[in-house]
């Protein structure tokens, strides 16, 4: 006989222990009925036209098993303590699975194919490991989540009802499975008496072995331990198969098991900075979505893979500055809304139209005031540990909003306008798209077709006078570097950046398509530009239509700049400074070291990082066509400033036309501009190199 526990002990095989036999089928049959609930809903939705090849699919869903899942990295960079917590649940409870797996491996081909599994012959030495790695780690993880959830509370986390369900649940399992094996190892390897008596094996199972030596040590006799055995292994045991019957009917937190990983399976692979494509706008029957046809199954099903965790929440700008705008509320709010309008349409006899609903998806469930008060900055995506894409869901309700309807915030409608016909957002502007170029004698393609590269100016760059004064420094720099370049002048017209975000894809794609005309016009080689916004569509976005570019922004095309010696920076003016990652550049395109590379170029620059920097940078308030939007109550860019300011630094240093705009508000609004002031960072290069040139 090898050494460790007797299967079935004091359950009796096969009288009472095939029984064990029946519970596993009904906690795989609640599964699948769950998820055959969910998938009915999920069926409402439109296609998903992004599903792409599978090998590739696969090889990113392992690289976020392997980081997010296995690992955890996601949420043990961003918060210590909920991470770690997370992690020895999902360990424990793992290890523990794969006990009970290995368990009952072992039984099955000794009872029916007369073979020892290997692992067999280690009993003494797994259990070991399935005590202190499985329901050790598992308990102190439910622990930690108890003492979180319901001492520490913090104010993200709104589900302490579903919580306690679940965290009961867990609970119970740990407890009865370590009273079973305390009640087996003090009825026989600590009992004398017992044929099984081995002190030395029940060793191995410390935990155990802890249960077993209370319950001794209170004067439990042999005969009790055994009835208690008996009575603790089926509660075990229906309490494991209650737990999968509350996932399946309630969809609790039990359910992101599945859905989860099937979420991230499944989640789009575009660049986070590119918005979902429409297809051929010519031929749909309707713009944006205004019901669950109207999106993707994949999107459906993210909004089941919501834990309800809040991290998006609390990563959001726009919730920080108290609008109406939730992303967890939103997906919660909109997954709500899916289960009541599913059946309404899955119940319809097929030929016929579904009833309308009874609230609209768009002005009701997710409200008009949260759509508008996105900025798209990806923060809620970046923070998103199921990989919830919330951006896409609240632009294709923009699009019903704007195409559709016609509505959409006054001001929002008025830049659409602008850019529809004067090729740019910025109504009543004086510039012109050529004004900056007084006195540098810069060329246009037109002019220089041969150039190398294509300064993209862009409409701020151009027609706003802060962005004039980046403009105009950015071309000094090409020029003291002997850079090839030329610009479009007054061939140049908007991206479409802004009429997208605001929901507006036909103007997009108008835009678009006239910029890839002048492209291909000139053939253009390499495009360079100050703005990231405008970098983000031409590099990302234009490619849905057909048309890949090779484009830089100028902080990674300076960057090369300075390692190839081309610019030699002599002492700033500047002392302490302290960078803004824009979102468009660190975030959604993972810029972050080429920035700080240029400022760490500039000598006597003292460097002050802000609290929220790199990729979980706070947004400034004007993308997703914000700009152009009228703020009410607390602005998103104020809560920036006060962020600059908390580092004491004398200026800001950004890298974008939007940025620098917003944070010059913040400081004027806050009454410090005659202390602090913002600059673009190509204006302190331009100022150093420009020092340099002087000396030299």
Request: net charge negative; with cysteine.
């Amino acid at each position: 006989m090898l050494d460790g526990r007797t299967d079935f002990w004091n359950i009796g095989y096969p009288a009472l222990g095939a029984i064990v036999y029946f519970v596993a089928p009904i906690a795989l049959i609640a599964i699948v009925y769950g998820l055959y609930r969910r998938v009915r809903i999920w069926r409402t939705a439109g296609p998903y036209t992004e599903l792409g090849d599978h090998q590739t699919r696969m090889r990113e869903f392992l690289v976020y098993a392997w980081v997010d899942l296995l690992r955890h990295r996601k949420f043990t960079n961003r918060e210590a303590y909920a991470g770690y917590m997370h992690l020895f649940i999902f360990w424990g409870f793992s290890i523990l699975l794969i006990a009970t797996i290995i368990a009952a491996i072992e039984f099955n081909t000794e009872e029916y194919l007369d073979w020892t599994f290997p692992t067999a012959h280690i009993r003494l030495q797994t259990s070991l490991v399935w005590d202190i790695f499985g329901g050790l780690l598992a308990t102190i993880g439910l622990g930690m989540a108890t003492w979180r959830r319901y001492v520490v509370k913090p104010e993200r986390l709104n589900t302490f009802a579903d919580d306690g369900i679940v965290l009961a649940f867990l609970f119970a399992l740990i407890f009865t499975g370590f009273l079973i094996e305390g009640l087996r190892i003090g009825a026989t390897e600590l009992n004398p008496a017992s044929a099984l008596y081995d002190t030395s094996a029940a060793a191995w199972s410390p935990i155990g072995w802890l249960f077993a030596k209370t319950l001794s040590g209170i004067g439990m006799t042999t005969a009790v331990m055994e009835d208690m055995h008996r009575v603790a292994w089926w509660s075990h045991a229906a309490i494991f198969t209650a737990g999968f019957i509350y996932a399946a009917l309630e969809f609790s937190k039990f359910s992101h098991i599945v859905i989860s990983p099937l979420n991230s399976y499944f989640r789009t692979l575009r660049s986070s900075g590119a918005l979902k494509p429409m297809g051929d706008i010519e031929t749909l029957e309707k713009f944006g979505a205004s019901d669950l046809p109207d999106l993707t199954w994949q999107q459906v099903l993210s909004f089941d893979a919501c834990t309800n965790c809040g991290r998006c929440q609390t990563q959001c700008p726009a919730y920080a500055a108290e609008t109406p705008l939730s992303p967890r509320k939103l997906i919660q709010d909109l997954r709500s809304y899916a289960e009541e309008r599913a059946p309404q349409i899955y119940l319809t006899p097929e030929g016929e139209t579904p009833p309308e609903p009874a609230r609209s998806m768009v002005h009701d469930a997710a409200g008009d005031e949260a759509l508008w008060a996105c900025t798209s900055c990806g923060s809620c995506v970046e923070a998103c540990p199921v990989s919830i894409n919330h951006i896409d869901t609240i632009i294709d309700m923009r699009r019903f909003s704007v195409l559709e309807e016609g509505s959409g915030p006054e001001t929002a409608l008025t830049a659409l306008q602008s850019i529809e016909q004067r090729g740019h957002p910025w109504s009543g502007t004086a510039l012109t798209r050529t004004s900056w170029m007084e006195g540098l004698d810069i060329p246009t393609l037109a002019e220089k077709p041969d150039a190398e590269i294509l300064f993209w100016v862009g409409c701020t760059g151009a027609l706003v006078q802060r962005g004039v004064d980046t403009t105009r420094a950015m071309a000094r720099v090409l020029k003291r570097a002997g850079v090839d370049f030329a610009v479009l002048g007054d061939e140049e017209t908007c991206t479409g950046d802004p009429a997208r975000r605001m929901g507006n894809e036909y103007l997009w794609q108008l835009q678009a398509e006239q910029n890839r005309d002048t492209f291909s016009r000139y053939n253009v080689k390499k495009i360079v530009t100050t703005c990231p916004h405008c970098f983000n569509t031409i590099k990302n976005e234009y490619p849905q239509l057909g048309d890949s570019y090779d484009v830089e922004h100028y902080t990674a095309f300076v960057g090369k700049l300075l390692r190839d010696g081309k610019l030699k920076p002599g002492e700033g003016a500047v002392g302490s400074v302290s960078y803004h990652d824009s979102c468009y550049i660190a975030r959604h395109n993972g810029m972050t070291e080429e920035p700080r590379f240029i400022m760490s170029q500039i000598p006597g620059l003292e460097v002050k990082e802000m609290s929220r920097i790199k990729e979980k940078t706070f947004c400034c308030g004007a993308g997703g066509g914000r700009m152009w939007m009228e703020d009410t109550g607390k602005r998103v860019s104020h809560i920036r400033t006060e962020q600059f300011l908390e580092t004491g630094a004398e200026t800001v240093a950004v890298s974008c036309p939007f940025c620098i705009q917003m944070v010059d508000e913040g400081l004027s609004a806050k009454g410090v501009a005659d202390e602090k002031n913002a600059v673009d960072l190509i204006t302190l290069l331009d100022q150093a190199t420009s020092e340099a040139e002087d000396r030299a």
